[in-house]
């Protein structure tokens, strides 16, 4: 990648009247945050498929909550890296409108993102199995917690597989979709649906789409600038470009 993709990527950000960000599991590779499915991983006598969905969960909630609390555990010890730190700074110069992540690690929040659209929820949320209490955890959690409203069980609020998205969460993205006319897509293979359409609504709209990703990706072929490289690094370079 040459300085000058660097510097028409910056021109459209610059440009942009409208930007928003879509992040994946990459934006959090610099921190160090696990995929918890590497072959050294804790969990490897257990699939990770039983256990993320609503049918292992009614199974054998303690075995669930074990893995969550695992997992939280390792997110705690995790920091946001210079890519979450730049998209705060873009978020309160008024440049970004706003993030919607796949992620579930909550690091953007912790870096101070303010707007954040989480599709896929968040490793420190609950919500009740029998009431509708919805809550937050702020320490990994031991046992099966339970509903301070009702006292049934409370499950972690993450969309697990065979689940529908949050419809309030998906109504927000489809506005900010609408009204995006620059998207930048980072960190994400742009595989997992429905994320992976979500750029091109936008550009199908006439908008710009600004991808920064290791590798090649299949939205690749479709954006206005591919930024090959570590999203650390490149935000920080856009950011110096931008010169806010
Ligand atoms: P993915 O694992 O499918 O793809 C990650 C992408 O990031 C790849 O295209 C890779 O080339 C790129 N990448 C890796 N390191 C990078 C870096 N330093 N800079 C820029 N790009 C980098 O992730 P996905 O697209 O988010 O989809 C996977 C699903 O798994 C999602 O549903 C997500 O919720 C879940 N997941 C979340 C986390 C997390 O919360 N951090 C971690 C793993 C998986
Ligand atoms: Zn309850």
Not at 166 to 185: H, K, S, Y
Request: proline residues 5%.
């Amino acid at each position: 990648m040459s300085r000058d993709d660097l510097a028409f990527a910056a021109s459209i950000i610059s440009e942009a009247r409208h930007l928003i960000a879509l992040t994946g599991a990459g934006i959090s590779k610099e921190s160090n945050v696990p995929t918890f499915r590497g072959k050294d991983g804790l969990w490897r006598k257990h699939n990770v498929m039983d256990l993320a969905t609503p049918s292992a969960f009614a199974r054998n909630p303690q075995l669930v909550w074990e893995w969550y609390s695992w997992r939280q555990d390792l997110i705690a010890k995790c920091t946001p890296n210079p890519a979450h730190h730049t998209l705060v700074k873009w978020e309160k110069k008024g440049i970004l409108k706003s993030l919607i992540s796949q992620n579930v690690d909550g690091l953007h929040r912790r870096a101070g993102s303010g707007n954040v659209l989480e599709v896929h929820g968040n490793l420190w949320a609950v919500k009740c199995t029998s009431c509708t209490h919805l809550g937050r955890l702020s320490d990994p959690a031991q046992g099966i917690p339970e509903c301070p409203s009702c006292g049934a069980n409370l499950r972690p609020d993450v969309v697990w597989f065979g689940e529908r998205l949050n419809p309030v969460v998906m109504q927000n993205v489809r506005e900010e979709l609408e009204r995006a006319d620059t998207i930048i897509v980072i960190g994400t293979s742009a595989l997992v649906q429905p994320a992976a359409t979500f750029p091109l609504i936008v550009k199908q709209r006439g908008g710009k789409l600004l991808e920064v990703n290791i590798e090649q990706t299949p939205l690749t072929r479709t954006v206005d600038a591919h930024l090959r490289g570590k999203a650390g690094e490149l935000l920080l370079k856009l950011d110096k470009l931008i010169g806010i």
